[in-house]
Every structure is written in structure tokens, then in C-alpha cells.
């Protein structure tokens, strides 16, 4: 039993562990791996994809899911007093909550497996799938040269795990104030695209625009990139913030099709977690 909080939990094998997984889930294995299983879910109500990819693995595995918002793990029981009733019935709990301490206590008493579905400081569920999904569109994605552009925040900052874990080259590009430790950054978003093949944006908060207004991604931008390189803006992005319309609708889009691995990906989470 394994719990999936932090990339930086685990090595690169882990990592390709689950992507075999993935894809032995596409061969048609693990037919009703999760029958009689009950999966504990902790997700607000805006929650698009990574909740709708989650129940749809749950329940096409032949799982039962029972929902609940966040706060229910704000209330003033102690979580300890929680996980221990949900010891009894719960065989995973997958939780989206913004305190990654919250999820952490969660690992710490529970005795089932704890999936990380986002906080404020990561995502890594979303991260191993682009890079499960960039392993089918490039030759080798671990040599390829990545650029982050934006602010520090949970999908840069799993980024930055995911290199170190992986071992691919990783730079940010951004304004003042918003870098991520231990990175190459560069101020100049034409000279920091040079020589990049992969290139990855997170949307910006309202008080961060005026500070992007110059590294916002364009087709002229991504021109200067290397041949074939790839731009993937993570969802939900923002036409006019930190891409433009015509980047979007470019052949450097890695495409909506991008995200369908998040279905497997999930799934294969789950499974790694529990085999």
C-alpha cells in the first residue's frame, strides 16, 4: 500500500511503473480491479476534469465513489478521529484540498492509500499525465528542454518536481517576484523560449496580469522555439492572459485530446497505490 502525495516521494521508476500500468489499462487489464471497493472522494464543486477523470476510472473499474466538498475535513473534529472511522469502510480516499497539510495528516492516520488531487502547492496527478501523454507524442520527452512560463505556483512548482524526479531540463521564465527556487530564470520571454521544446503555462492571478503583461505566449513567441516544439497551457487557461488566441488555435497546442490521458493515468495511480 502505497500513498501519492508529492512527486518527490517517489523515482523515476515509480513514475514509469504507473505509465506501464496506464498502458496495460488501454490493453484491457484490470477488468473490475476495484469491485467491492470504495473510493472516498474530497472534491469542490468546480472541479472539472480531474474529478469527472477519477469517477469515470472509479466506476469503469467497477469501483462505488461516495463525494464530499473539502470543508467537510475543516470541521473541528480532529482528522485523526476522522481516518479512523474511515478506516472501516473506506479502501482509497482520493482528496482535492488547498492545505497539503491537510492531505499529509490524511497519510499519516488512514491505513489505506491517500491521492494527492490537487493543492495549492501541487498537482501531481495532472503533471505525470502530460508527461505520460508527452511520452506519446515526443521521442524521447526526458531529453527534450522545457520552459515554465508563469508564476510560482502548485503546477510550476510540480514542474520543478517532476524534473528533479525525471531529470529533464527545466527553466522559468517570468517577472520579478514570482520565481521558483533552484531554477534558471530568465526576465525575456523571446530569449527564454530559444532552444525550448516543451512549453508549459499555468493561468495568473488577477493581481499578477499587469506583471505578465510582457510574457504573455504567443504564435511569434512559440515561432522562436525549436522545430516541432509543443506548448501546453494548463487547463483552464485564458485566451488574452497567458497565451493568445492565435497560439491556441496553432499546431503548437498540444490540443484538448492532450488531457484524455488523465483517465488512465488516474486510474493507473490508483492501482500503483494498491497492488
Not at 495528516?105 to 496527478?125: G, Q
Request: charged share 25%; proline share 3%; glycine share 6%.
Amino acid at each position: 500500500m502505497k500513498h501519492f502525495v508529492r512527486l518527490t516521494d517517489y523515482k523515476s521508476e515509480d513514475i514509469f511503473e504507473i505509465f506501464q500500468i496506464a498502458d496495460e489499462l488501454k490493453q484491457g487489464k484490470y477488468i473490475d480491479f476495484l469491485k467491492g471497493k470504495c473510493v472516498v472522494m474530497f472534491f469542490p464543486e468546480s472541479s472539472i476534469r480531474t474529478r469527472i477523470s477519477f469517477e469515470k476510472g472509479i466506476h469503469s473499474l467497477g469501483g462505488q465513489t461516495i463525494l464530499f466538498p473539502p470543508e467537510t475535513l475543516d470541521k473541528k473534529e480532529d482528522l485523526k478521529d476522522v481516518c479512523g472511522y474511515l478506516n472501516n469502510w473506506a479502501d482509497l480516499v482520493v482528496v482535492r484540498h488547498k492545505d497539503i497539510g491537510v492531505v499529509e495528516r490524511l497519510s499519516k492516520y488512514l491505513s489505506v492509500p491517500v491521492i494527492n488531487a490537487m493543492t495549492s502547492l501541487n498537482h501531481p496527478c495532472e503533471i505525470v499525465s502530460d508527461m505520460y501523454a508527452l511520452s506519446k507524442l515526443r521521442n524521447d520527452f526526458l531529453q527534450d528542454k522545457y520552459l515554465f512560463c508563469g508564476a510560482k505556483g502548485n503546477i510550476g512548482l510540480t514542474w520543478k518536481e517532476a524534473a528533479e524526479v525525471m531529470g529533464f531540463e527545466l527553466e522559468q521564465c517570468c517577472a520579478k517576484g514570482y520565481e521558483m527556487d533552484g531554477l534558471v530564470i530568465d526576465s525575456n520571454i523571446c530569449d527564454a523560449i530559444k532552444g525550448k521544446d516543451i512549453v508549459c503555462t499555468d493561468s495568473l492571478a488577477a493581481d499578477a496580469l499587469e506583471a505578465f503583461r510582457d510574457y504573455q505566449v504567443t504564435k511569434t513567441v512559440m515561432d522562436m522555439a525549436n522545430e516541432g516544439a509543443l506548448l501546453n497551457p494548463c487547463p483552464p487557461f485564458y485566451r488574452g492572459e497567458e497565451v493568445s488566441v492565435d497560439v491556441i488555435d496553432s499546431e503548437y497546442f498540444v490540443g484538448y485530446e492532450f488531457k484524455k490521458y488523465l483517465l488512465e493515468v488516474q486510474q493507473a495511480i490508483m492501482l500503483w497505490c494498491l497492488k
